[in-house]
């Protein structure tokens, strides 16, 4: 990935935090949810722009179910248990 790519891809990330801080759904700090969204991004191929698009509801069922569903042994986290986000791309 290149390193213009990958700026842009973490502003996303931020974008999608600042959002869900916004919204009351975030938990802990900014730091620990950007590398929860950095860890699903590169496990599940985010669709980050229409993450950031989507409605209040279908945005808050990715980001509580990252969360909620992350194991942070290591990072970036592979295990997600079962959860496959809405904005899961469709190719690795």
Do not use: W
């Not at 993450?51 to 179910?65: K, P, Q, S, T």
Request: glycine share 8%.
């Amino acid at each position: 990935m290149a390193v213009e790519e990958k700026k842009e891809r973490n502003r996303k990330y931020g974008a999608i935090c600042a959002r869900a801080k916004a919204m009351g759904i975030m938990k802990g700090d900014a730091i620990g949810a950007i590398m929860d969204i950095d860890s699903a991004d590169q496990k599940f191929n985010l669709r980050l722009d229409e993450f950031l698009e989507a409605d209040n509801f279908n945005f808050a069922h990715d980001f509580i179910g990252i969360q909620e569903n992350i194991v942070r042994e290591s990072f970036p986290a592979t295990d997600f248990g079962y959860f496959v986000p809405r904005f899961a791309g469709r190719e690795a």
